[in-house]
């Protein structure tokens, strides 16, 4: 019987040793209030310089790193992003801006008055990560899930966000500043940066995420939010 007691307590041992380190390889390595610290930690920064203190591969790093990790309804992997810069960036603005001209202007004179300033703002950053979203992928998700097909839609938009704020968190972690744009909201705009980043037919434009040097030191003030009272209902 003695043999037996201590052979239980060796094997008891041992699955007590085991799962300790179960535990301690499953446990996250960030906490959870480092993780709503970093995330509150991301403004849209404005006036970027034409610089980047972190190298076009780390952030390459970062973009490819997002992709693999990013969710998405079904799995289904909707999101594209080309990383844009050095000349090709001040190229990329310079369509958006030949595009935009006579359309804003055709709004009024205060209306290019105002916006030429922030485009030609937006061309002086160093980079820009653009989100499309491929519509094939949505389109064989429809048919694959055909009860769902009306909102696969939604579940494109859904996935592209996640991936914007996941990059736009990291890149400001990393000590950039950046700002998301949607230029897509001029419609010729879309086709000529299609046509000049040589992406598929089938991609949409849904972002894209100027970065660069800050002008000046990071803000840390939220911008003023709705009390929870109006936005949150807990139902118990």
Do not use: C
Not at 151 to 157: A, I, K, N, R, V
Not at 172 to 197: C, R, S, T
Request: charged share 20%; proline share 6%; aromatic share 10%.
């Amino acid at each position: 019987m003695p043999r037996y007691s201590t052979l239980i307590n060796l094997v008891l041992f041992v699955l007590t040793a085991l799962l300790a380190i179960n535990i301690k390889m499953s446990a996250p390595k960030v906490s959870t209030n480092d993780w709503l610290a970093a995330a509150k930690y991301r403004r849209s920064v404005y006036g970027l310089k034409g610089t980047s203190k972190v190298p076009d591969s780390r952030v390459q790093e970062i973009v490819e790193e997002v992709l693999a990790f990013a969710p998405s309804s079904y799995n289904t992997q909707p999101v594209r992003v080309t990383l844009v810069t050095g000349e090709k960036h001040t190229q990329f603005w310079d369509i958006v801006i030949d595009i935009a001209e006579p359309i804003l202007k055709a709004a009024g004179d205060a209306v290019w008055d105002k916006m030429s300033g922030i485009l030609q703002s937006h061309k002086a950053s160093y980079g820009s990560v653009v989100f499309w979203e491929d519509t094939t992928v949505t389109e064989e998700a429809k048919k694959t899930h055909a009860s769902y097909a009306h909102l696969f839609d939604s579940f494109g938009e859904h996935a592209t966000g996640m991936n914007q704020i996941l990059v736009w968190t990291a890149l400001e972690l990393e000590g950039l500043g950046a700002n998301l744009q949607h230029m897509n909201g001029i419609p010729p705009v879309e086709e000529a940066l299609k046509k000049f980043l040589d992406v598929p037919a089938s991609y949409k434009l849904r972002a894209h995420l100027n970065y660069g040097d800050e002008p000046a030191a990071h803000k840390d003030t939220v911008p003023p939010k709705r009390p929870a009272s109006e936005t949150f209902k807990y139902v118990h």
